[in-house]
């Protein structure tokens, strides 16, 4: 889809010109300033309407912009909405935490979103008579997996739950997914399949398991900082696959 003029958003202050083909997208916006000082060469910043900072930079030489897309479906569905149709990006890669829905999978694993079911009404919107299978692109999800295997960097490939609740009253509603082979559950992927399959984009989720729905364990802080740096470095070396 052609960018069209409506820039600057109410969201995003910046031109397509600011922007690489790819955007990696955490959801919290101190992670993508992390990236962006310590992976980025020549990294500026290019965004930071409502403190939803973003930046553009190279890694290896490859043009690469990272920008946060805040928490939930809502949010991550009109930055991804934005990035794709007003600022002409191709490629978003959401790299974010989630939660293990199964015993078998562990804190720091790295799960890559081959699909992302959801608990919410964001599909409504479409108007179709039936449900939506969001999936990931496929050349973004073969890229990613392979980096990880010449890495010899482990990682699942399956299924997330996008849930539009972290407090739920009922926990058994959403572990009752794993029945199905849902591996965990996090709150934007759906959001951002859907809205780059509307605008003929390219999408991918990549997530590090931070805690266990299961079991209740949990990451510190300051462990999760370290642990989603293999993820970070995963999502960085498929940007360069893709190219710039």
Same mark, same amino acid.
């Given at each position: 889809m052609t960018p069209n003029?409506?820039?600057?958003?109410?969201?995003? !202050?910046?031109?397509? &010109?600011?922007?690489?083909?790819?955007?990696?997208?955490?959801?919290?916006?101190?992670?993508?300033?992390?990236?962006? !000082?310590?992976?980025l060469a020549d990294a500026r910043l290019v965004n930071n309407v409502r403190g939803i900072q973003g930046y553009t930079g190279t890694y290896k030489g490859t043009p690469v912009s990272v920008m946060a897309s805040g928490m939930g479906m809502p949010s991550m569905g009109i930055y991804a909405h934005e990035l794709y149709n007003v600022f002409g990006v191709e490629n978003i890669i959401r790299i974010g935490s989630a939660g293990a829905l199964r015993t078998d999978i562990a804190l720091r694993e790295i799960v890559i979103a081959m699909g992302a079911s959801t608990n919410s009404a964001f599909f409504d919107q479409y108007g179709l008579k039936g449900q939506f299978a969001a999936i990931a692109t496929y050349d973004l999800l073969a890229k990613a997996t392979e980096v990880a295997k010449n890495k010899a960097l482990p990682v699942r490939v399956g299924n997330l739950l996008t849930s539009d609740t972290f407090y739920g009253?009922?926990?058994?509603?959403?572990?009752?997914?794993?029945?199905?082979?849902?591996?965990?559950?996090?709150?934007?992927?759906?959001?951002?399949?859907?809205?780059?399959?509307?605008?003929? !984009?390219? &999408?991918?989720?990549?997530?590090?398991?931070s805690d266990s729905v299961v079991t209740g364990d949990a990451l510190s802080a300051e462990d999760r900082q370290d642990s989603f740096v293999e993820m970070m470095e995963l999502a960085l070396e498929t940007a360069v696959e893709v190219g710039g």
């Open positions: 003029n409506t820039y600057p958003t109410a969201h995003i !202050k910046a031109t397509p &010109a600011d922007f690489a083909p790819t955007v990696l997208m955490p959801g919290d916006p101190l992670r993508s300033e992390f990236i962006a !000082k310590n992976f009253e009922r926990i058994t509603d959403t572990l009752d997914w794993a029945k199905l082979g849902v591996l965990a559950v996090e709150m934007e992927a759906a959001a951002l399949y859907m809205t780059a399959a509307r605008a003929g !984009k390219n &999408a991918l989720a990549i997530c590090t398991i």
